[in-house]
């Protein structure tokens, strides 16, 4: 293109109308500009629109002014004109969405000025033009991005946010939606395995709360159990102070004491061996006396036989009184039949032995008494004799044993003896130790009654525990609706990552000890509402 701009004649330069039309011009265009700001409408038509009116009225009035200053040279209205046109032809060309004209912004004068101002105007549309087709892309973009939002709100998380990388905030805002499903359907994926895991737990919750509070009852009677022992053993302890108050005086008594215990213990081990001594000749001087005995029963045993004998002897010398009192009744009869014959002698000796055979059975019957009683008490002396020997055997099994413990009862007086020289240095430390342990029976005392009422404070603790995980088993129950209501609205959600529903434990395999010591909940959990969703 020809560079007719170069320089506008010093007509246009030094003609007041010229710079008149001019100055209309650039009022123009800034009004323009300064409009379709104010409105918020740069698009190219409106401007190119706006420019193209101001121009013309511009050409117009320069034009008008060109014709009426008769004093213009024919030269320069030609310069003029070709001025007007080439700048209304340029004009043209930016309305047409062609901004690759040039202007010659370093004129001075009106010119310039018109120059620099159709150049700003051309910067302004073509950066327009370029907004223009910028948000035409990014409304393209945002209706895709818009069309895979409503798909992930719909819940299908696998969808992702394309970005060719035409525009650097929207790739960007892509990568980090991108980023942010890919984080929300790792997140539902976690969730829908959780809920899956709470819906099994808190099953398992219930059964274990139900054994926990169960252990938690049975731990507040225990509790109960030891705040009452506690206190018996607080009692306890104070008699214990006072008794050990008393065995340290004793411990000072059995010190001084424990010198003439090492002495009879001493005279306990002499007696002790002389007991033993005796003890042996004792057994001796019984055994004399079994041998004694055992020949006086031998002795009784011979006596009875011959007492058996002469009973026998007696019993033929009755039989033989008995014939002569026989023979002497027969000799009376005969006697008495003499008399009448007169035979006198003969009476007197029958009669005679008559009364000798009377005085031998009355003999022998008093033998038989004798002989009876001599043995009643042979056999009396005789049975006396065996329990005595019987008892000699005890009593020499007894003197025996008592003989062995007295040999024991010597080695330990020995040992006693030994033992008390050193008790009697042990009472001295444990008199000093027994003051130590009085001091600490004291302070067990003091622990005790403190232990005492830390157990009752831990009874109610336990109590309120019990009530707690009533609440905590309430608030399971709710747990367990709320993952189940919240398993099956995650449901809708598809996620490429799937999760396995775990297996609930037995109840038994809880430990209740594991548990036991769970902290209680507040009130206010138990009476929650369920949230709404």
Same mark, same amino acid.
């Given at each position: 293109?020809?560079? &007719?701009?170069?320089?506008?004649?010093?007509?246009?330069?030094?003609?007041?109308?010229?710079?008149?039309?001019?100055?209309?011009?650039?009022?123009?265009?800034?009004?323009?500009?300064?409009?379709?700001?104010?409105?918020?409408?740069?698009? +190219?038509? !409106?401007?190119?629109?706006?420019?193209?009116?101001?121009?013309?009225?511009?050409?117009?009035? =320069?034009?008008?002014?060109?014709?009426?200053?008769?004093?213009?040279? +024919?030269?320069?209205?030609?310069?003029?004109?070709?001025?007007?046109?080439?700048?209304?032809?340029?004009?043209?060309?930016?309305?047409?969405?062609?901004?690759?004209?040039?202007?010659?912004?370093?004129?001075?004068?009106?010119?310039?000025?018109?120059?620099?101002? !159709?150049?700003?105007? /051309?910067?302004?549309?073509?950066?327009?033009?370029?907004?223009?087709?910028?948000?035409?892309?990014?409304?393209?973009?945002?209706?895709?991005?818009?069309?895979?939002?409503? &798909?992930?709100?719909?819940?299908?998380?696998?969808? /992702?946010?394309?970005?060719?990388?035409?525009?650097?905030?929207?790739?960007? !805002?892509?990568?980090?939606?991108?980023? =942010?499903?890919?984080?929300?359907?790792?997140?539902?994926?976690?969730?829908?395995?959780?809920?899956?895991?709470?819906?099994?737990?808190?099953?398992?919750?219930?059964?274990?709360?139900?054994?926990?509070?169960? $252990?938690?009852?049975?731990?507040?009677?225990?509790?109960?159990?030891?705040?009452?022992?506690?206190?018996?053993?607080?009692?306890?302890?104070?008699?214990?102070?006072?008794?050990?108050?008393?065995?340290?005086?004793?411990?000072?008594?059995?010190?001084?004491?424990?010198?003439?215990?090492?002495?009879?213990?001493?005279?306990?081990?002499?007696?002790?061996?002389?007991?033993?001594?005796?003890?042996?000749?004792?057994?001796?001087?019984? *055994?004399?006396? *079994?041998?004694?005995?055992?020949?006086?029963?031998?002795?009784?045993?011979?006596?009875?036989?011959?007492? $058996?004998?002469?009973?026998?002897?007696? *019993?033929?010398?009755?039989?033989?009184?008995?014939?002569?009192? =026989?023979?002497?009744?027969?000799?009376?009869?005969?006697?008495?039949?003499?008399?009448?014959?007169? $035979?006198?002698?003969?009476?007197?000796?029958?009669?005679?032995?008559?009364?000798?055979?009377?005085?031998?059975?009355?003999?022998?019957?008093?033998?038989?008494? /004798?002989?009876?009683?001599?043995?009643?008490?042979? =056999?009396?002396?005789?049975?006396?004799?065996?329990?005595?020997?019987?008892?000699?055997?005890?009593?020499?099994?007894?003197?025996?044993?008592?003989?062995?413990?007295?040999?024991?009862?010597?080695? !330990?007086?020995?040992?006693?003896?030994?033992?008390?020289?050193?008790?009697?240095?042990?009472?001295?430390?444990? #008199? #000093? #130790?027994?003051?130590?342990?009085?001091?600490?029976?004291?302070?067990? #005392?003091?622990?005790?009654?403190?232990?005492?009422?830390?157990?009752?404070?831990?009874? /109610?603790?336990?109590?309120?525990?019990?009530?707690?995980?009533?609440?905590?088993?309430?608030?399971?129950?709710?747990?367990?609706?709320?993952?189940?209501?919240?398993?099956?609205?995650?449901?809708?959600?598809?996620? $490429?990552?799937?999760?396995?529903?775990?297996?609930?434990?037995?109840?038994?395999?809880?430990?209740?000890?594991?548990?036991?010591?769970?902290?209680?909940? +507040?009130?206010?959990?138990?009476?929650?509402?369920?949230?709404?969703?």
């Amino acid at each position: 293109m020809t560079d &007719s701009t170069s320089a506008l004649p010093n007509a246009l330069q030094s003609n007041r109308p010229f710079g008149f039309a001019i100055t209309i011009m650039l009022v123009g265009v800034a009004a323009v500009a300064l409009a379709a700001v104010a409105l918020g409408d740069l698009t +190219p038509e !409106l401007l190119g629109v706006g420019v193209v009116g101001v121009v013309a009225t511009g050409t117009t009035a =320069m034009l008008i002014a060109a014709v009426s200053d008769a004093r213009t040279a +024919p030269r320069e209205r030609d310069e003029l004109r070709e001025t007007i046109a080439d700048v209304a032809d340029r004009t043209a060309t930016l309305e047409d969405g062609t901004y690759d004209v040039s202007f010659q912004t370093d004129g001075d004068g009106d010119s310039g000025a018109l120059e620099a101002s !159709l150049a700003s105007i /051309r910067d302004q549309l073509a950066a327009s033009e370029q907004t223009d087709q910028s948000l035409t892309n990014l409304e393209e973009m945002v209706e895709t991005h818009a069309e895979t939002t409503r &798909s992930v709100a719909d819940g299908n998380l696998t969808q /992702r946010f394309d970005h060719p990388g035409s525009h650097d905030v929207v790739d960007e !805002l892509a990568g980090n939606s991108n980023e =942010m499903i890919a984080e929300i359907e790792e997140t539902f994926a976690t969730l829908k395995s959780f809920s899956g895991e709470v819906v099994t737990y808190s099953h398992e919750l219930n059964t274990s709360m139900e054994t926990v509070r169960a $252990e938690g009852d049975r731990t507040s009677e225990a509790l109960t159990e030891v705040v009452e022992d506690n206190e018996e053993q607080h009692e306890q302890l104070r008699t214990v102070a006072a008794e050990m108050e008393s065995f340290s005086t004793t411990i000072e008594e059995i010190a001084a004491t424990a010198s003439e215990v090492a002495d009879t213990a001493d005279r306990t081990a002499r007696a002790g061996q002389e007991g033993s001594q005796a003890a042996s000749d004792a057994i001796n001087g019984m *055994d004399v006396i *079994d041998a004694e005995t055992k020949r006086t029963l031998e002795e009784i045993e011979r006596l009875e036989a011959e007492a $058996e004998q002469i009973d026998d002897l007696v *019993d033929s010398i009755s039989n033989i009184a008995e014939q002569t009192n =026989m023979l002497a009744l027969n000799a009376n009869i005969e006697a008495s039949r003499s008399v009448d014959s007169g $035979e006198q002698g003969f009476s007197a000796v029958a009669d005679e032995i008559q009364n000798l055979s009377e005085e031998v059975y009355d003999s022998v019957k008093s033998v038989e008494e /004798r002989l009876e009683t001599l043995r009643g008490r042979a =056999m009396s002396a005789a049975e006396e004799v065996r329990t005595s020997r019987e008892r000699i055997d005890e009593s020499t099994d007894d003197v025996e044993n008592a003989a062995s413990a007295l040999e024991e009862i010597a080695t !330990l007086a020995e040992q006693t003896n030994n033992g008390v020289q050193e008790i009697s240095a042990a009472t001295q430390q444990q #008199a #000093a #130790a027994t003051e130590e342990v009085v001091v600490l029976v004291e302070t067990a #005392a003091e622990t005790s009654n403190e232990t005492a009422t830390t157990s009752a404070r831990a009874a /109610r603790r336990a109590s309120a525990q019990a009530d707690a995980l009533s609440h905590v088993a309430h608030s399971a129950t709710v747990l367990t609706e709320h993952a189940g209501e919240l398993n099956a609205h995650l449901e809708r959600y598809d996620t $490429e990552s799937g999760y396995e529903l775990p297996e609930a434990r037995a109840a038994d395999d809880v430990d209740p000890e594991a548990v036991s010591t769970a902290t209680p909940v +507040p009130d206010s959990i138990g009476d929650a509402e369920p949230a709404s969703r």
